[in-house]
Each structure stands twice: as structure tokens, then as C-alpha cells.
């Protein structure tokens, strides 16, 4: 179906030929029907028991699964100037009636298990993602239940960052500094949200070794201490001149649980939120640690504030903290767009689990199923990179990822007519995929991962009802043929 998934696919080598055929076929059966089980996205049940050894297989691993997909990402991101590393966590909740998956832990509460999913994922400045280039899995063995709010404080603070869960911002970083190293004509920036407002993070190592270095973009959560004795942040901030008013597109929002305390998780509606923005350089005093003492370190620093928020809701804030540079408007401008693009991950992340349903995906063991979730993961980023492509390159020809028979085939069912000679464009073939899963084409409006992903369900059976029926078919031919030769001979 989609161009790209072949180009992934070239280089997979399990070192047996057998399993890398498997793979493949795998990878094609789900990416035709990535909103269903693995037994009903199979054509037939050696398929489908083909598919489970291979999950089960130990010479499978994730890593090996994902090494195509990273490398053409790679290639991707050689392509564009500038590539926006996102990294983020979220939970995988497979939590089960009876019996538990071995191998998953707690995740908030002790009630729910499941494991943790941080990938880093490679977007292109208008935002169309360029696929994934590192992940980290991981469990939690328990939930500390007995302590108190402050002996939890005073835990954390005594714990090196080695030791804490938050040690995965570091590795993303590092993973973004390697995967900047092949890519020598790029600027790479590695971007997170305020869980990745760690110190050790800034300090870490940001050189490339031929000139260049990774660039950072964090949402700051923290009111920090500057150099100037006395001040904090977030009032020296504000004490400054306003460099640019805008606004930003703000995403609704609903919690995972009812109560919350967190401003990051509280309910909030869509909304444009028209903001003014405050821009400056900073030196920031190391937090003390146990076991190191870490170094200032000098950074920019945007602040974007919605100064009237509509009533009952919190108003937009970002802290953003980063390498880049804040000479011109233009310049803060910029980093205001590329940390809106962060959002993309989200709805990756929303595809991923809604999408490709992989929370609801039957493994005993969380081995098997993490292999399955590195699979659905190229799944959800095809879905993804589908929708945005035809938003930002809408004229493109529709053959630069369809089949002539997906067309054609979607065409007549949407059209009602005869499929023209010359192909659609791309955006106009995604809006008549998307009509099939239930979105409603209107002029000003664009399809979303969800109406995509039912879409391109139905597809694959139109094409397979072209192949098997349409012009051309054997099916055809053969019926053409037998009324060519029933025909009465000519009496003379």
C-alpha cells in the first residue's frame, strides 16, 4: 500500500531468510488493518500462526525489528535541513481480568499494570513526522506505598539520576547526539516537555565531534535559581520587554483520572490562545547533589504567556529553555513553532494505542508483546506520515503512495463513476480513504488518524475486490473470452 513501507523494509535481515520473509509479511498484513486483531489481519490461519512464532521467536528482538525503519528514518532526515527530535513517555496500560502479562509492573497505582513507552521521533519543521530513531521500554518492580510525601522528597533528592526513571531523558538525549552524527548537513534539535526539565540533562555533552552540536529545545517546569543573587526565572522573565505577540493553537485536553493537581493534566478545551512573548540569557546555579557538583550553565530562555485566558480555564505558559539562538523576533519566533510541533507525538501516541490497539493485543509474556508493539510502532508512524503528507504536499500525485487498484478501486465506491486516467491528487485521495472509516469531506476541514486508519481498512478489500473483479482481472478475461466463443457462428 504505502511506498514507504517497502523502502523499510529493504534492509531487514534477521540472519534467516525465513524470518525476515515472515516479517515482512507481517508488517504487510498489519499496516492493511491496523485497527484489527492480528488473527483477523492475517489472509489465513498459517498466517496467523506464523505471526505469533515470530513474536515468540528468541532470535526476534526490537531492536531488530525497528533497525530498518530507524535506518531509512535516518535517510529521511538527511533530506531536510533541520529535524525536530521529540522524545516523550507514555503508558501502556495491559492491565488484564485474571492473569497478568509476565513481566509488566505497576504503573500509578498498584491495581494497573503495564510497561512504559519512550521513543524519539525525527519531524520535519511543518511538522510531517520522518519516523522513530530510538526507544526505551521499561517496568516498574513496585510502588512505594509506605512513605511519606516528604521522606519520598528526601528519597529523590538522595537518589543519583542513574538510579531514577528520569535517567531516560539523558539516554534520549544521547541517542538524539548519535543519531545527529549521521546526519552531517542537518541541524538536529532534541525537543521535550516539562518532565524533561532536568539539570544533568543541560549539561550533558552536546558536541558532534565535526563543528556542529545537537540543539535543545525544553519546556521548562521549574521556577530556577539564577546567578544574579536572589532572582528566579520566571520574575526575571517577566521584568523583561515584550519582543512578540502571537498566538497558539491549543489541543483539548481531558484527564486520566477525575482529580488531578497537576497543571499539565487538567481538563481544557481547543482553543487559539492569543499569547505575548519575552525572550533573554540566562546562567542558572546547579542544584546540589549528593554525589556530584554540576557546573552553571548558560542558556536562552522564551517565555510565552496567554495574559487573558477565557474564564474557568488555566492560561497557556511555556517555559522554554534551549541552545537556540534569540538575536532576531524571527529567531523566538521559530522556537515557539518548533515546540509546538511537539505535539505530534501525542498524536502518534493516540494512534498507537487507539489506532493499532496494542494495549488490547494477547501475549502471555511482555517479551513477545513488546516485539509486537516495535511493529504496530511503524504501523502508527505510516498512519501518521500518511495524514500529514497530504496536508503539506496535497498536490502531490496520489501513485506516490497508492497502487493503481487501491485508487481505482476507492474512486468508483466514492465517486460513483469510471476512475479518470490521470490519478488524483494525494490530499484528495486521503479525504475519499477517510470518508470510508467516517469522515465527513467538507471544504475546510482535513481527515484525522482515526477516520485514516478505518479507511485504510476498507481499502485493502476494495483493492482485493479490484483484483480479484475489476478490468483486467482474470476473473474479466475470462468472462470476455467464454462470451467471445458463445457467440453463433456466421452462416454464409
Not at 239 to 250: D, K
Amino acid at each position: 500500500m504505502l511506498e514507504t513501507l517497502s523502502e523499510s523494509l529493504d534492509t531487514a535481515n534477521f540472519g534467516d531468510k525465513r524470518l525476515t520473509n515472515r516479517f515482512v509479511t507481517i508488517m504487510d498484513r498489519l499496516s492493511k488493518k491496523p485497527n484489527m486483531s492480528i488473527p483477523a489481519a492475517m489472509d489465513n490461519r498459517a498466517e496467523m500462526e506464523a505471526a505469533y512464532r515470530f513474536f515468540n521467536n528468541p532470535n526476534v528482538s526490537r531492536d531488530e525489528i525497528r533497525a530498518p525503519h530507524v535506518r531509512s528514518t535516518q535517510e529521511r532526515m538527511r533530506q531536510t535541513d533541520v529535524a525536530l527530535l521529540v522524545q516523550d513517555t507514555t503508558q501502556l496500560d495491559l492491565t488484564r481480568p485474571n492473569q497478568q502479562v509476565a513481566g509488566t509492573g505497576p504503573l500509578e497505582f498498584n491495581s494497573r499494570f503495564g510497561v512504559f513507552h519512550h521513543p524519539l521521533i525525527a519531524f520535519d519543521t511543518d511538522g510531517i513526522p520522518l519516523g522513530e530513531v530510538w526507544t526505551k521500554d521499561w517496568t516498574r518492580d513496585t510502588i512505594e506505598t509506605e512513605l511519606s510525601p516528604d521522606e519520598k522528597r528526601k528519597l529523590r533528592k538522595e537518589t543519583p539520576i542513574e538510579d531514577k526513571e528520569s535517567i531516560r531523558w539523558l539516554e534520549g538525549v544521547r541517542a538524539a547526539r548519535e543519531t545527529a552524527k549521521t546526519c552531517p548537513t542537518t541541524q538536529c534539535i532534541c525537543i521535550g516537555d516539562s518532565e524533561a526539565d532536568i539539570y544533568e540533562l543541560f549539561v550533558e555533552p552536546l558536541d558532534l565531534g565535526d563543528g556542529r552540536k545537537l540543539d535543545l529545545l525544553i519546556r521548562g517546569a521549574q521556577d530556577r535559581s539564577l546567578h544574579d543573587e536572589g532572582n528566579h526565572l520566571l520574575e526575571t522573565l517577566r521584568a523583561s520587554p515584550c519582543v512578540s505577540e502571537g498566538t497558539v493553537s491549543i489541543n483539548s485536553r481531558t484527564p486520566k483520572v477525575k482529580v488531578t493537581e497537576r497543571k499539565r493534566n487538567v481538563q481544557r478545551d481547543a482553543r487559539i490562545a492569543t499569547v505575548v512573548i519575552r525572550a533573554m540569557t540566562v546562567t542558572f546555579n546547579p542544584p546540589p547533589r549528593p554525589d556530584r557538583k554540576l557546573p552553571e550553565i548558560t542558556l536562552n530562555v522564551v517565555l510565552v504567556e496567554e495574559p487573558n485566558p477565557p474564564e474557568g480555564q488555566q492560561p497557556i505558559q511555556w517555559i522554554l529553555v534551549t541552545t537556540l539562538p534569540i538575536n532576531t523576533v524571527d529567531q523566538i519566533q521559530l522556537i515557539v513553532k518548533y515546540y509546538s510541533i511537539r505535539w505530534q507525538i501525542e498524536v502518534y501516541f493516540k494512534t498507537l494505542k487507539s489506532g493499532c490497539r496494542i494495549e488490547e493485543r494477547y501475549f502471555e509474556r511482555i517479551g513477545p508483546l513488546l516485539n509486537c508493539v516495535a511493529v504496530y510502532a511503524i504501523v502508527a508512524w505510516k498512519i501518521l506520515y500518511l495524514c500529514r503528507l497530504s496536508k503539506e504536499c496535497p498536490d502531490l500525485d496520489c501513485e506516490v503512495v497508492f497502487e493503481p487498484n487501491e485508487w481505482k478501486a476507492v474512486y468508483m465506491v466514492v465517486r460513483r463513476k469510471e476512475p479518470p486516467p490521470t490519478p488524483p491528487t494525494l490530499n484528495e485521495m486521503v479525504r475519499m480513504v477517510a470518508s470510508l472509516g467516517g469522515y465527513v469531506m467538507r471544504t475546510k476541514t482535513q481527515p484525522g488518524t482515526q477516520t485514516l486508519w478505518f479507511g485504510l481498512q476498507r481499502l485493502h478489500d476494495l483493492a482485493l475486490a479490484w483484483n480479484a473483479f475489476g478490468p483486467g482481472s482474470p476473473r474479466m478475461q475470462g468472462s470476455q473470452a467464454n462470451t467471445g466463443n458463445s457467440r453463433r457462428p456466421t452462416h454464409e
